[in-house]
C-alpha cells in the first residue's frame, strides 16, 4: 500500500517522465517485502525522499560549431543521494538525454554504488549534444562549454561525474581541462581521465569486465560456466567492447554487435581488434565491420523485427545487452528463452523492459540486473578516486583482482539478500534491497534532512 502510493504520486507528479517512473516502480516494487518488516523506513518517509532528488541543475549550453554558427543545448547534473558519500554518476551526451532519463539514471546510480561497497552516492548528468559527426575541435569547445557551468557543482568531496554514452577519454579530458583552467586546481574530480594525469588503468574495461565477471558469479552457483559458450552482446561501444574481450578471455564466444544503425552477426566470433579500430579510433558505422570481414552478417536497424531478426533472435547461452535502455523488450525476452537462452547480464542501464524483466524472472534463468552487472565502472571509477587521494597508482593487476573481488561481493550481497526474502533466484529483489538498506540506514542515522 504504502510503496503503492508513493509509486502513484510519482506518476501524478511527473507524468511525461516514462523512464522515471519505470525505474521507480521497478526498484520500489521489489523493496515491498523490506518495507513491511521494518516500519523504520516507512515511519522514516524514506521511499517519499529517496524519489525527490537533492538538487537538480539544469543549464543552458552555448557553444559555436566550425561554420561559425551559435549553437545551444541543455545540460543537466542531477545530485540524487549523498547520504553514503559524493555524488558519483556519468554524464550522457545523446540527442535522446533529457531529464526523465537523466533522473532514472541518477535514482539507479544510488543503489547501484552502495552495492559496489565504496562510499559514493548518486547522481547522473549529461547533454542532449550529439558528438557522432561533430569535428574534435567542435567536441571540445562543447564541452569546454558544458563545464563553463558544471565547475561550480563538482568536488573531490562533493560530486564526481564520469563517462556514459557519448562521454569517453576524450571528452573526459577536454572537460578536465577546462576545469582546471577555471578553478586553477588539480582535483579527482572526474573519473575516467588518462592514465598519465590522474587516470586509473582498468577504468575503460571495467564495466564490460565486470558484468562478465557478475555473469561466471550467476552461474558458478548453479554449477554452471561461460566456457566454450556462445553469447550474443547489443552495443558496440566501450561497454559492449570490453564485455567481448573478457568473454574470450573466458573461453566463449561473442557472436554479435550493433549500433543505432544496425548489428552484426558473425558467427566466427567478433574481431575485438577489428572493432576497437572501427569504434574507438574511427568512430564509423558497423557497416565498415561487414565489408572488412566476410564471415559478418549486417542488417538495418530499420529491417528489425522485435523477436523475430534483431541481436536477441540469434541462439546464445548468455546474452549481455550493453546498448541503452529499453532495448529488450518482451517479444525480444520470449525469443531468447525459447531459444535456450540460460543467462542474461545486463551491460547497459535498464536494457530490459518491465515485462522483459519479469519473464526472465519466472523462468529463473541467471539474471543480473543493471545495478548489480554493470557496477563494475563505478566501482573503478571509486579505485580512481582512491589512487587520487593517495596519490599512487595500481598496478593493472591490483586492479582488475579489486574489481573481480568487488563482483564476487555483489553478487554475494544480492544472492543473500534474496534468499532471506524467500526468493533465492530474484536478484532484482536482492540487489534493490541490499543497495536500499545501506542507504536508507544511513539516511535515518543522520536525521530528518
Ligand atoms: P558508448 O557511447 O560507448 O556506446 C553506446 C553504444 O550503444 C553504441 O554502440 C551506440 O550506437 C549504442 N546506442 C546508444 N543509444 C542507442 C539507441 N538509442 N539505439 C540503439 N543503439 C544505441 O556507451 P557505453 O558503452 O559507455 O554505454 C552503454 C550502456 O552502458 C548505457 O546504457 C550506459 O548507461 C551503460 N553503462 C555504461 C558504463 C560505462 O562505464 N561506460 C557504466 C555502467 C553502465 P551508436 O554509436 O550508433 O550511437
Known sequence: MYVNNVIEKIKAKHPGQKEFQQAVEEVLTSLAPAIQKDKKYQENAILERLVVPDRQIHF?????????????????????????????????????????????????????????????????????????????????????????????????????????????????????????????????????????????????????????????????????????????????????????????????????????????????????ALLKELKEIKRVSLEEYAKAKPSAKYTKASDYKPGTNGVWSIPCFAAFPSATENELGLDDAKTL?????????????????????????????????????????VAVSGLEMAQNASMRSWDFEMVDKTLHNIMESIFANASETAKEFGDPTNLVLGANIAGFRKVANAMIDQGVL
Not at 549550453?61 to 549523498?82: L, P
Not at 556462445?230 to 573478457?246: M, Q
Open 60 to 272: 543552458r549550453v552555448t557553444w559555436v560549431d566550425d561554420s561559425g554558427c551559435v549553437q545551444v543545448n541543455q545540460g543537466y547534473r542531477i545530485e540524487f543521494n549523498s547520504a553514503i558519500g559524493p555524488y558519483k554518476g556519468g554524464l550522457r551526451f545523446h540527442p535522446s538525454v533529457n531529464e526523465s532519463i537523466i533522473k532514472f539514471l541518477g535514482f539507479e546510480q544510488i543503489f547501484k554504488n552502495s552495492l559496489t561497497t565504496l562510499a559514493m552516492g548518486g547522481g547522473k548528468g549529461g547533454s542532449d549534444f550529439d558528438p557522432k559527426g561533430k569535428s574534435d575541435g567542435e567536441v571540445m569547445r562543447f564541452c569546454q562549454a558544458f563545464m563553463n557551468e558544471l565547475y561550480r557543482h563538482i568536488g573531490a568531496h562533493t560530486d564526481v561525474p564520469a563517462g556514459d554514452i557519448g562521454v569517453g577519454g576524450r571528452e573526459i579530458g577536454y572537460m578536465f581541462g577546462q576545469y582546471r583552467k577555471l578553478t586553477n586546481r588539480f582535483d579527482g574530480v572526474l573519473t575516467g581521465k588518462g592514465l598519465s594525469w590522474g587516470g586509473s588503468l582498468v577504468r575503460p574495461e571495467a564495466t564490460g569486465y565486470g558484468c562478465v565477471y557478475f555473469a561466471e558469479e550467476m552461474l558458478k552457483e548453479r554449477g554452471e560456466s561461460l566456457s566454450g559458450k556462445v553469447c550474443t552482446i547489443s552495443g558496440s561501444g566501450n561497454v559492449a567492447i570490453y564485455t567481448a574481450e573478457k568473454l574470450y578471455h573466458l573461453g566463449a564466444k561473442p557472436v554479435s554487435v550493433s549500433d543505432s544503425k544496425g548489428m552484426i552477426y558473425d558467427e566466427a566470433g567478433i574481431d575485438v
Open 337 to 377: 528463452l525459447q531459444n535456450g537462452c540460460k543467462c542474461v547480464a545486463e551491460g547497459a542501464n535498464m536494457p530490459s523492459t518491465l515485462q522483459a524483466m519479469d519473464l526472465f524472472l519466472k523462468a529463473k534463468i541467471c539474471y543480473g540486473p543493471a545495478k548489480a552487472a554493470n557496477a563494475g565502472g
